[in-house]
């Protein structure tokens, strides 16, 4: 564990009872996924406070401000710093000084967001979306969805732990996953994923995200915003998501499972003729 992190799973005492019996039955301990208070601080200034994993924390603060569009590439952050409170994190980001008189001129603040996507936003034009809409990308072929489904557990090293957390993975066109952060909160571990990613100059165009979220608008948003051309889910969309991955283009395949996936994507492939996936 890095000096700026914390751990990711505890172990608690618990005991397994059936309906029938009672509550007598045989104590355990079982792994719990850790979930603690996350501050933003930005320019000095409290932003947000989200509730994530304590883990990856510097990804996760740089996929943030990109993905929420307070920073436009990484250059316009100065540097991260990582606190541990007695309360929980602090991550501390600044900015160029550019970015944040553009970043104070909005005038945004967060609070207390564990899951919804609008929190802090005053007006529908403050939506997270990619400027401009993306290009349409090259198709993926159905067996590399199939490959990555295939290797996805085996990347979620503290869902096998806890069975309580998100992944977000990063597969190349071949399906090989590449890279996975995980985290309580779907859009915290694509935001780490993103942060990654961006880190270390990996380019939208080499791969696609893969979700075990539900996918929601602001999934398809952050890929979007990365520069991803395709998002992959395990489970299923909303309507939300499916008009924003329409209107960002971006190609949603969702409810992926070994065998079979859904596409939401009306085109054909020009080579092959068959569904883009």
């Not at 009872?17 to 719990?32: H, N, P, T």
């Not at 929420?68 to 007695?86: H, K, M, N």
Request: hydrophobic residues 45%; aromatic residues 6%; neutral net charge.
């Amino acid at each position: 564990m890095r000096p700026s992190e914390g751990p990711a799973a505890i172990d608690v005492s618990a005991r397994v009872f059936s309906y029938d019996a009672g509550a007598g039955g045989k104590e355990f301990v079982r792994a719990i996924a850790v979930e603690a208070p996350v501050q933003i601080v930005i320019g000095g200034s409290p932003f947000a406070v989200m509730m994530a994993t304590p883990q990856d924390l510097e990804d996760f603060a740089a996929g943030f401000v990109l993905t929420e569009q307070i920073a436009e590439s990484l250059a316009d952050v100065r540097g991260i710093e990582v606190e541990a409170v007695d309360e929980g994190w602090k991550l501390k980001i600044a900015l160029t000084g550019e970015r944040l008189q553009a970043h104070l001129a909005r005038g945004r603040a967060m609070s207390g967001r564990t899951g919804c996507g609008l929190c802090g936003i005053e007006d529908f034009s403050q939506m997270p979306s990619p400027r401009p809409p993306l290009d349409r990308p090259a198709s993926i072929e159905p067996a590399a969805i199939r490959a990555a489904i295939g290797e996805l557990e085996s990347w979620q090293p503290l869902n096998r732990l806890t069975r309580a957390v998100h992944a977000a993975a990063w597969c190349g066109r071949d399906g090989k996953i590449l890279l996975s952060r995980e985290d309580v909160g779907r859009h915290n571990a694509l935001d780490k994923a993103i942060g990654a990613l961006t880190r270390a100059s990996v380019a939208p165009d080499s791969g696609f995200f893969l979700i075990t979220s539900r996918c929601s608008f602001e999934m398809v948003a952050k890929a979007a915003i990365f520069g991803a051309g395709t998002l992959v889910s395990v489970s299923a969309p909303t309507s939300l998501a499916l008009e924003r991955a329409r209107r960002f283009g971006v190609r949603l395949i969702a409810v992926a499972r070994g065998d079979r996936a859904l596409s939401f994507d009306s085109g054909k492939d020009e080579k092959s003729g068959g569904l883009a996936a």
